[in-house]
């Protein structure tokens, strides 16, 4: 009896609501998996220091990304293995676009290229202004016309949703197919900020987090979170 008050009286992390989830042409998938949860455990610990925190990183995007292109678009391939001819699957071109939003982005991108080397890089410089949170692009280099191309968004905290909304509309002006943002935390209200964006506009939109946290704080903070991911990645610059 004392075990179970013990145990229901944990704070709980994360929403372990019913996933994936749909609204309109957003779908939410947030990650309920006992290796994910453990690794982000001890991502969020604040005495995880930056080498342990980059590798944990990698290896989290790599169990994201194995979700997160569940839909990636594949042509029939005829082959002969050793003991007969057979047709399998593999990766239909135009290949897969990664595109990290710097700088936190880059400590997902090794990750993300293992499991897709073929895939094509494009980076996306996004800077959000502390005080009003609105994102604005610095730098950008992205193939010029991206018709047709699966777009696959690196950025691991979905705070208020401000810079992966702006990053999705100019991949949908570029004319990519389909967008999958990869975070390693969402806020609620972040999520809901892209359902409302997105979900009216027929445009295909997956998010897919490693947990969906508490709320923003008053700073623009995800609580319980892990503190500012490109600071815990490279340092305080
Ligand atoms: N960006 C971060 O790095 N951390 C947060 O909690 C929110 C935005």
Do not use: W
């Not at 075990?3 to 939410?28: E, N, Q």
């Not at 990650?31 to 001890?42: Q, W």
């Not at 135009?94 to 991108?109: E, F, Q, W």
């Not at 968004?153 to 705070?159: E, G, N, Q, S, V």
């Amino acid at each position: 009896m004392l075990d179970t008050v013990l145990i229901l009286s944990l704070p709980i992390v994360g929403d372990k609501g019913a996933f994936p989830r749909y609204r309109g042409t957003v779908k939410i998938h947030v990650a309920n998996h006992p290796l994910i949860t453990h690794k982000l455990t001890v991502l969020r610990d604040e005495n995880t220091n930056s080498p342990t925190f980059r590798q944990l990183v990698e290896e989290l995007v790599m169990l994201l990304a194995y979700e997160a292109t569940r839909e990636v678009k594949t042509v029939p391939q005829k082959i002969k293995t050793p003991v007969a001819e057979t047709t399998g699957l593999v990766l239909a071109k135009p290949r897969p676009v990664v595109v990290p939003i710097l700088r936190a982005g880059l400590g997902m991108l090794e990750g993300m290229t293992r499991l897709i080397p073929t895939a094509e890089v494009g980076f996306l410089g996004m800077v959000r202004d502390e005080k009003t949170l609105q994102a604005s692009t610095y730098a950008n280099r992205l193939p010029e016309d991206l018709t047709g191309r699966q777009c696959y968004i690196l950025d691991p905290m979905l705070a208020t949703g401000g810079t992966l909304i702006a990053a999705m509309n100019y991949l949908i002006e570029k004319g990519a197919q389909d967008i999958t943002a990869i975070t390693i935390l969402a806020a609620p209200e972040g999520i809901k900020n892209v359902e409302d964006a997105f979900a009216t506009s027929n445009f295909p939109i997956t998010i897919v987090t490693g947990a969906m946290d508490e709320k923003l704080n008053d700073l623009g903070y995800i609580v319980p979170g892990l503190g500012d991911a490109g600071d815990r990645l490279y340092g305080v610059v």
